[in-house]
């Protein structure tokens, strides 16, 4: 089976950093993904680790460790339009993709 | 521009009818797309995969004789919710994986509300 965690809910001030974790126990793993989703659009891709490290993006990062089943996702700089669905998903042996829960956050003034 | 087009983007149908719902890959083929539903506040749930040439692919607790896939070319996969109920109201989206590594793409989801 598939198990991906990650907080409901998050908030955060504008300009500052914020890392969204992502735990996960799956089957088979083909890569991480994380997306960002704003309501009622479909998801947006930011990023794609499938080697441990860190990926750097602009604003965003993403960490990766396969050992620990562990990703976060490092947004810096923050900004109002940030404020979205955020989610972390595995890509299985069959290339299918299985979702995090996916975190809310909002970002204030 | 988009690599994967839905349609329709929003419908609304009666209780106990059926819906359908295309899924096209622009520009490229897919032999495989993922089916996905996501209720309002939930993330995307995988509901199957679907296979041009085969059969598709179901996930745990999908009823395959309720949503029916079918993958009729490389570039379209349909979904068609059989005699839709109102607790099948729901956001579906499809996705197509590309050829480079961890590519995937998204089509622009569809919404639906069963009355």
Known sequence: GQNIDQPTEMTATEGAIVQINCTYQTSGFNGLFWYQQHAGEAPTFLSYNVLDGLEEKGRFSSFLSRSKGYSYLLLKELQMKDSASYLCAVQGGANNLFFGTGTRLTVIP | GAVVSQHPSWVICKSGTSV???CRSLDFQATTMFWY????KQSLMLMATSNEGSKATYEQGVEKDKFLINHASLTLSTLTVT?????DS???ICSAPGTGPGELFFGEGSRLTVL
Do not use: G, L, V
């Open chain 2, 20 to 22: 359908k719902i295309e």
């Open chain 2, 37 to 40: 539903r996501q209720f309002p």
């Open chain 2, 83 to 87: 005699s839709a109920h109102p607790e």
């Open chain 2, 90 to 92: 729901s956001f579906y």
